[in-house]
């Protein structure tokens, strides 16, 4: 898709009072996938919360809830966020008849069962860049244009030297989408954290339980709408917590593992999802997936969570 034809918006196009007037009757979670984010999911939620929910604003509130998903934290992550104004829901209490699973792309697909609003938020839980216009800007576009399905922040990354993504996003990410799904090669973050779809979407596409769930979710609901549904947004400069260049082995091979699945390419007997080190001890990487929530017979998202304006 040529650029002129993307939606591409920054987070400054949009202010609190118009989109409140605009929200009614849509509902808003935003949810946040946490584990050990002690240090850095407070000040997330309380922002969050200030700015943005009913025990501030009342009727004119924007978010409807704030849901930390707390993926088996041993620090005080569920005691801050708490604290902070969230609700806190543990990723073994929701859905539990099913396998319980593991990984980032398994606590966003119980996000969506735990949620209950019409436009699901997601924020990383160890930003330290975080300010409130990362929600105006991941909603301004869905708000001020039924149309969008689904809107993708991009940002400046001060440890990257600038604009550019990731190094799983450059190394990895979009050599892929150029090679085999050149319509999403001009979506600047593929893998950022920070996006917003309508739950309408999220109930029907699967969702990879490892770090390839954001690459599975870009193509699936560009699939499942297309491209020219798809909204970008700048949200000026995103930092958070750096890993070390041998722990992005596994999410590189989950983003692959996600797009070969997606290409359709069947698997073969001597092929693995194991990553192998010369020198290390082998890791087993997330490979499998979780079906879309409409065929789940336990998901039912108007009993899953508690709404702020019930706290």
């Known amino acids: 898709m040529p650029v002129e034809e993307m939606r591409i918006h920054s987070a400054g196009d949009f202010s609190l009072t118009t989109l409140c007037a605009l929200k009614a ?3 808003i979670s935003v949810c946040l996938p946490a584990r050990n984010e002690a240090a850095t999911v407070g000040p997330i939620v309380d922002s969050i919360r200030t700015h943005f929910a009913a025990h501030a604003h009342g009727d004119n509130a924007l978010v409807d809830e704030i849901i930390v998903m707390d993926d ?15 609700t806190v829901i543990s990723v073994a209490d929701v859905l539990a008849g099913e396998d319980p699973g593991s990984g ?3 606590a966003l697909w119980k996000s969506v069962a735990a949620s209950t609003g019409d436009i699901v938020v997601w924020v990383d839980a160890d ?16 708000l001020t244009d039924p149309d969008v399905a ?36 001009i979506i600047q973050q593929p893998l950022g954290g920070e996006y917003a779809v309508r739950r309408e979407y999220l109930e029907q596409v699967p969702f990879c339980q490892g770090y390839g769930v954001e690459t599975g979710l870009l193509i699936d609901i560009a699939r499942l709408v297309g491209v020219s549904r798809i909204a970008q947004v700048d949200l000026g400069v995103r930092a958070h917590r750096n890993r070390p260049l041998k722990a992005l082995s596994a999410q590189s091979m989950e983003v692959l593992h996600a797009a070969m699945h997606r290409l359709g390419v069947e698997w073969r007997a001597d092929w693995s999802s ?13 490979v499998a997936e979780r079906p879309p929530l409409n065929t789940v017979p336990d998901y039912r998202p108007s009993e899953s969570a508690t709404s702020v304006h019930e706290q």
């Not at 088996?72 to 969230?86: C, L, N, P």
């Not at 809107?151 to 990895?172: D, H, I, N, S």
């Not at 194991?274 to 997330?286: D, I, M, S, Y």
Request: charged residues 15%; positive net charge.
């Open 127 to 142: 930003l330290t860049s975080f300010t409130p216009s990362y929600i105006l800007g991941l909603l301004g576009p869905m």
């Open 72 to 86: 088996r934290s041993t620090d005080a992550t569920a005691a801050v966020a708490t604290a902070a104004g969230a």
């Open 104 to 106: 980032k792309g398994n």
């Open 150 to 185: 689904m809107v993708k922040g991009f940002y400046e990354r001060p440890e990257q030297g600038g604009a550019a993504g990731g190094r799983t996003t450059e190394l990895m990410a979009r050599p892929l989408l150029s090679t085999f799904f050149p319509d999403l090669a």
């Open 25 to 27: 009757p849509t509902t």
């Open 274 to 286: 194991v990553l192998q080190r010369p020198g290390t001890a082998p890791t087993e990487v997330q």
